[in-house]
């Protein structure tokens, strides 16, 4: 038995791999994922929203380490996951890697990088993404 | 065969290493012993959440990184690796959704043993020379397994590298390349099967010293060469002796193998052997150096490759990306039972 | 709102783990004790409120509204049965759809419940299920729990504010030394400090003993037009104010991920119509689904400033002899939090206190309570203020 669930997570793809953000053509805020409109320019914005790569790099706001994960995720504790304000202005959830628990602090500069996310069991679908390592030079 | 040659390349070794002599322990093996025998200190180990498409992406954005190549002009790309997440489902197009080099491109994955990725470089060759694309990526990975107490367990790691091949800007030409191949059952894995079986000795003289030598002279022999033309000779390499051995019995010096010889700390990526000690080469290489690369993948068959570097090296961007020693470097040490709970070793076959 | 609303009846189960008793078990139990308590003989109940976070992942039925009319004993009366989700806010949130319908002049006399049987599952598959509260795609998806959502909180509010872990901890020694005093809560024993401090680590900081249980429950109350309440009791309570706000999904989204919004528009409302400061609370139940949680909501609430939670906790404003009693009943931490149990459950410890009837809990004098009732991470918030008539 799998989750199927394939097309719902297949759809986020360049979000998940390539952090595709858009901006609104109108205020220029700048939205991850992307949305259908600005909340704040609403029908203004409608048509005029512009697909952004994001850069992946940005800083932690705040973190925890799970020791009790979901069910996918038993196997992996404990791992950190943070809120990361990324340098062009969204927020995502994310788990940190690459880095020692006690290192992990805010305010840390991360950036992206690709990792499994999780899988669906040993005959499911493998879910690659986003996680961020801290942001030293060229590692 | 001239135009034809290397623009970028990019390595990924994941960061946890296991010492050989911590396997030892757990199997109650003497560690001196294997680490004099097999001449590996240390290997790297992906974490359960790495895998060969995760180190083919690293990889392949660390050549592009260093270059500027759009990643649509990039015509196929083609990972070889014998431990593919997917039986059925390819590494490349992940490898190719993760670049932004979709989706007018042509894929395939490539097995061959521990020669698959360097049989990728010469596909990318043949689309590049008959100018059926622009670009190609070649990429060679591996996170491969060996059964818990084997000795093949104290060499098999993880790690990959990708080489963009093109025409323009080429940083290190590739003058030709030659392949022998045979029917050889020296190692396998059958489908569904989750660890090698291989012939233990079997594995050496009729296998990867045979398929080595042999495609070393015919290259040499095409391109009337002598060891003391290259500057740098890159062997397969399973173990810490093999390749050292192979040279010599080919006429090449210590001196030579050194910089691509990596097994020793950070054993056998297999399908990234050969190829990752090619980047360690280049990171250090200087204009009009010559290399001899020659893989070798067991079933059997080995791929060999005259490169001549050019100028245009020194135009790559290349501290854009971690260099091999780098990578190397970046490194947090692991025990057995950690290693078991990574590579899922707690779970039957 | 068009005329007054009282509530003239409540019941409650006991809440736990409670292996003999199943999902329609427990709502008919709290809704016959109600209707008793109202006086009513239910022919005069117009329509039926329920409030249940996900019957279909916890017991694999939906239509939730059918199941409880027919459970009741109402499906021949055929009259309308509405059940509401707001994820942990469920209860809440049919406490404000019956009230709205009964100030609005549509229904006279409505039940509202609120039920979740959270043991018929296994305890990770709970943890899930309480996770689909969160943002799936770009929460839980990528490991996200309920307890690390918390905890992320936890671990901001102590940077910015320099509040203690030992502080986070004593919300959770206060609520189960409440909690002993409730014979309705699943915690009957006091605990120490240093217990919560060593509990097993469920996300960093948090440990098991600042997390709310998986539990079983179910809770009623009977709403009446306050003009006719009279007729049926002679301790009717009225909601004098009712509230409700959204946020986004994500705690990411946030603006300030220390602040809930939701609470304190929802509370805005609440106090407007009750035309109340926070200072005019007597006693309120908290949505304490996590020990952080209490400490945002006394701040959001405005019973104190931003920041000075954890300080109140340790002044023990917040306790029964305190100036702001908070969570008499034990809260979610120590009386239970069967997910859509606990909005309706928070009114009936309210109405016990406006009675007169809350024994050993009793806040002397209380004559307006507050509750409040918050969805997952703070995605949606209820608001309700009672006062005595």
Redesign the interface.
């Known amino acids: 038995m799998t989750d199927g669930a394939v097309p719902r997570f297949w759809r986020e793809i360049p979000q998940r791999y390539n952090l595709i953000a858009n901006q609104c053509g109108v205020c220029n805020k700048v939205y991850f994922p992307p949305r259908e409109s600005c909340p704040y320019c609403r029908r203004k914005s409608m048509g005029k929203m512009v697909q952004k790569k994001l850069s992946g790099k940005g800083t932690i706001l705040t973190y925890t380490i799970i020791y009790i994960p979901p069910d996918h995720f038993i196997g992996q504790v404990p791992y950190p996951l943070a809120i990361i304000q990324l340098d062009e202005g969204p927020k995502v959830t994310a788990q940190i890697v690459d880095a020692k628990i006690d290192d992990i602090k805010i305010g840390m500069k991360v950036k992206a990088t690709f990792r499994k996310i999780h899988e669906d069991g040993y005959i499911g679908a493998i879910h690659y993404g986003y996680k961020f390592k801290p942001a030293e030079v060229n590692l | 065969m001239a135009d034809v040659g290397i623009v970028s390349y990019g390595a990924h070794i994941p960061r946890f290493r296991i010492k050989s002599s911590e396997i030892a322990h757990a199997w109650g093996k003497d560690p001196e012993i294997i680490a004099g025998g097999l001449g590996i200190i240390e290997k790297s180990v992906p974490s359960p959440d790495q895998d060969v498409a995760t180190i083919s992406v690293e990889a392949a954005r660390a050549a592009i990184s260093r270059s500027n190549i759009n990643p649509q002009d990039v015509g196929a790309i083609y990972v070889g690796s014998e431990s593919h997440p997917y039986a059925v489902k390819p590494t490349g197009t992940i490898v190719g959704e993760a670049i932004g080099a979709t989706p007018v491109i042509k894929v395939a994955d490539y097995e061959f043993a521990c020669k698959a990725g360097t049989a990728a470089i010469q596909t990318c060759m043949a689309l590049v020379k008959s100018d059926m694309i622009r670009y190609g990526i070649a990429i060679g990975a591996d996170t491969s397994q060996a059964a818990p107490g084997d000795p093949l367990e104290y060499a098999a790691s993880a790690g990959g590298a990708a080489f963009i091949i093109g025409k323009e800007n080429v940083i290190a030409n590739i003058n030709n390349t030659c392949s022998y191949t045979t029917d050889t059952p020296d190692f396998w894995r059958r489908e569904g099967r989750k660890y090698p079986s291989h012939g233990g000795r079997f594995t050496g003289a009729p296998a990867y010293f045979k398929h080595i030598t042999n495609n070393a002279k015919n290259l040499m022999e095409l391109q009337n060469t002598k060891p003391e033309d290259y500057n740098f000779a890159v062997f397969h390499q399973p173990n810490g002796k093999f390749p050292m051995k192979v040279a010599k019995m080919i006429g090449f010096t210590t001196e030579q193998v050194k910089q691509g010889l990596l097994c020793p700390i950070i054993g056998n990526t297999y399908s990234g052997a050969t190829m990752i000690g090619l980047a360690s080469i280049l990171d250090v290489a200087k204009p009009g150096d010559r290399i001899f690369v020659t893989s070798y993948g067991s079933g059997a068959g080995s791929d060999a490759f005259d490169i001549t570097v050019t100028d245009k090296i020194k135009d790559l961007q290349v501290h854009n990306a971690p260099l091999v020693s780098q990578l190397i470097e970046s490194k947090e040490y692991i025990d057995y039972s950690t290693y078991a709970q990574f590579r899922d070793l707690l779970y039957e076959d | 709102m068009v005329r007054e609303v009282a509530i003239i009846g409540i019941g409650l189960t006991k809440f736990g783990e409670l292996w003999d008793k199943s999902f329609r078990n427990l709502i008919s139990e709290a809704g016959a004790k109600a209707i008793i308590d109202s006086g009513i003989s239910g022919s005069e109940i117009d329509a039926l409120y329920i409030g249940s976070m996900s019957g279909g992942r916890f017991v694999g039925q939906e239509h939730v509204g059918a199941l409880v009319a027919d459970s009741a004993g109402f499906a021949h009366m055929h009259i309308p049965s509405i059940r509401v989700e707001s994820a942990c806010a469920s209860g809440g949130l049919a406490i404000r759809q019956g009230y709205l319908s009964v100030a609005s002049g549509l229904n006279d006399i409505v039940v509202v419940g609120g039920v979740e049987k959270m043991t018929d599952v296994v305890g990770?598959?709970a943890?899930?299920i309480l996770?689909t509260g969160l943002?799936q795609?770009?929460?839980?998806?990528?490991?996200?729990?309920f307890?690390?959502e918390y905890?992320?909180?936890?671990?901001?509010h102590m940077?910015d504010f320099n509040t203690t872990r030992e502080q986070i901890a004593q919300v959770a020694v206060k609520n189960h030394a409440n909690g002993a005093l409730n014979p309705y809560s699943q915690f009957k024993r006091p605990i120490t400090l240093e217990q919560v401090m060593k509990a097993?680590?469920?996300?960093?900081?948090?440990g098991m003993l600042d997390c709310s249980p998986v539990s079983d429950g179910a809770a009623a109350v009977i709403l009446c037009a306050a003009e006719k309440a009279k007729n049926y009791t002679d301790k009717p309570v009225k909601i004098i104010g009712s509230g409700q706000a959204s946020d986004t999904l994500?705690?990411?989204?946030r603006d300030n991920?220390c602040t809930f919004e939701s609470t304190k528009y929802a509370a805005k409302m609440a106090y407007e119509q009750a035309k109340i400061n926070p200072n005019d609370i007597d006693v309120a139940e908290v949505h304490d689904c996590f020990t952080i949680a209490e400490i945002l909501a006394i701040e959001d609430l405005g019973f104190v400033n931003k920041g000075d939670g954890g300080k109140a906790i340790d002044e023990k404003i917040t306790t029964i002899d305190g100036n702001i009693p908070v969570n008499t009943s034990g809260g979610l931490k120590a009386k239970g939090h069967p997910v859509g149990a606990t909005g309706v459950s928070q009114i009936a410890e309210i109405v016990m206190q406006l009675r007169g009837d809350a024994d050993k809990r009793q806040i002397k004098d209380a004559k307006i309570g507050l509750t409040h009732n918050v969805g997952a991470g703070g995605a949606s918030c209820i608001v309700h203020i009672l006062g005595a008539m």
């Open positions: 990770t598959e943890t899930d996770a943002d795609e770009w929460e839980a998806f990528f490991g996200a729990t307890s690390g905890a992320m909180i936890a671990t901001r940077y097993p680590i469920a996300a960093y900081p948090l994500s705690l990411h989204g991920i």
